[in-house]
């Protein structure tokens, strides 16, 4: 946009240049006040092109101007290049040709005029391609920005998809765990206790009866407790995660010392920001190890009954870089899907700061 207005500065001042030179054949040759409203007449369509995007046509009003004077002053002829330029800039070249007819016509000197029209064409020809070129690259870059746009949209809505396919995931798996425990392990716990209060009614009457009811209750305790410890050894995950996972992350991490720290109830976080956390960790870590010269790096989680904070910190120097890599930049544009900030400085050492708000939903109760 920039470069535009450049150039619509650089054609403006072209076209006022014209009125400097008819202005001075006018003081130099011929100082009559036909010539005089002619250039005002031209002065007054310039500037309104100047200050309006008018239609090419009216181009037709300053070269019958101009014919209109050929009998009163020689100046009418130059005059004649304003069209030309105009014609020529707006990509009408075979119209700004006709008007070379004029130099059949003229009483000035006609290699001067020629080389006059000659220059007003090659500057509208020049100008008419630099807009092009450059309205070209504005709707290139437009576009760009809009396909950019539109993805950083489409990532947002995968995030949140996979942020709610988690949600559903774990409700389900929740759904599951509860119905399996109710309909075997309260069953059977139910069952026992039934037997305990019958047990207590025969055991002085049938002792018989008393002693089958008191296998019964061991064989369902038993049950229960053969398939609890079944329930709970399928839903043990068998990979890290949680703050165990990024404490696994410090612990193997071989570049850096690393001091971890952690505080609050940790089993606030939902499974999908763990995610986002475990990523920051790792890129804050990677480009620490990569570009700065630290000795120690402190990372602090912190989480309370509103929010998740990840500080990552060192005591080196970076290098200065204007603008965060696609790695960060991708964990800021998570870190906004789920309603929270993602913060880089580099004038104290490398300083990453994750803030997530935790959802008040009945799935983190």
Sequence with gaps: MKKLKESML???GWRFLYFGFLIHLWIMEDSTNSSF???????VMTSLRWRFALPVWLVLIDVLLCFLYFPYTTISYYGLALPIFELSLKGKWLFSLLIF???FFSSANSNLLFWYFLQAFFFGFFSFFTLKSQLMFKREADEQRKARYELEQIKIELLEA?????RQAELMERYRISRELHDHLGHDLTGASLALQAYEYVQDQDPEEAKKLIEEVKNRLERSTKKLRNTVHNITPTTLIGFESLENIVQYFP????KFQ????????????????EACLKEALTNVARHSNATIVEVDLQVTNSIVRLLVQDNGTVEKISYPGSGLRNLQIRSRSMGGSLSISRENGFLLVCVIPLEKGEENR
């Design 10 to 12: 650089l054609i403006n």
């Design 37 to 43: 409203i002619l250039i005002l007449l031209l002065l």
């Design 101 to 103: 007819v004029s130099l």
């Design 162 to 166: 996979n942020q709610s396919v988690s």
């Design 255 to 258: 570049q850096l010392a690393i």
């Design 262 to 277: 952690k505080s609050g109830d940790m089993l606030l976080v939902p499974a999908h920001q763990w995610a986002l956390l």
